[in-house]
């Protein structure tokens, strides 16, 4: 089936650096993506989401960026501190259905 | 956001027995998914519970192993049934639609097969 991963497993950055977090999708019909941060013992948390039709999204501190030709997600931080210390997913959504595709994680480490 | 109360929010279970787990949304929602998350590993959905009609199960994933109830708008239950080592894992609900945009995640239950 379709599959979401992403091209590092784990990141370690400096407090104050900005944080860069990758994925790769392979489903083409999918039209809707999110990041999602996951601390430990908790569920994800919904960061910040980007439809198929757009390609740049900015929230607080973070942006997401969307390449539909290279099917290719990412997720910048920017000001990275201590506290974005997490696992984060990205999730595709196809168009024709309603559930989620969740990719593989990133562990980011951010040191003090 | 929708506010999603999941529980038990951990359990220890002897194998061969069985676990309901509870999701109960503060707001009418149309999507409710059960996810499992193994030690260390990303999310794969279970199943789609759907509100008046029996859960739609992803490939590897069957009724009789986990029986899913969605009595309403609000609620749903995943039960593990006849539980191994192999099914200790993290469980989350999550829900979609309603008044709230996107999907949304409950806090998960973690559940010990011993």
């Known amino acids: 089936g379709e599959s979401v991963g992403l091209h590092l497993p784990t990141l370690s950055v400096q407090e104050g650096d900005n944080s860069i977090i990758n994925c790769a999708y392979s489903n083409s019909a999918s039209d809707y993506f999110i990041w999602y941060k996951q601390e430990s013992g908790k569920g994800p948390q919904f960061i910040i989401d980007?439809?198929?039709?757009?390609d740049k999204r900015q929230g607080q501190r973070v942006t997401v960026l969307l390449n539909k030709t290279v099917k290719h997600l990412s997720l910048q931080i920017a000001a990275t501190q201590p506290g974005d210390s997490a696992v984060y997913f990205c999730a595709e959504r196809e168009t024709s259905g309603s559930r989620l595709t969740f990719g593989e994680g990133t562990q980011l480490t951010v040191n003090p | 956001s929708a506010v999603i109360s999941q529980k038990p929010s951990r359990d220890i279970c002897q194998r061969g027995t069985s676990l309901t787990i509870q999701c109960q949304v503060d707001s009418q929602v149309t999507m409710m998914f059960w996810y499992r998350q193994q030690p260390g590993q990303s999310l794969t959905l279970i199943a789609t519970?759907?509100?008046?009609?029996?859960?739609?199960?992803e490939s590897g994933f069957v009724i009789d192993k986990f029986p899913i109830s969605r009595p309403n708008l609000t609620f749903s239950t995943l039960t593990v049934s006849n539980m191994s080592p192999e099914d200790s894992s993290i469980y989350l609900c999550s829900v979609a639609g309603g008044i709230s945009y996107g999907y949304t995640f409950g806090s998960g239950t973690r559940l010990t097969v011993v």
């Open positions: 980007i439809r198929s039709n757009m």
């Open positions: 519970a759907n509100q008046g009609s029996e859960a739609t199960y």
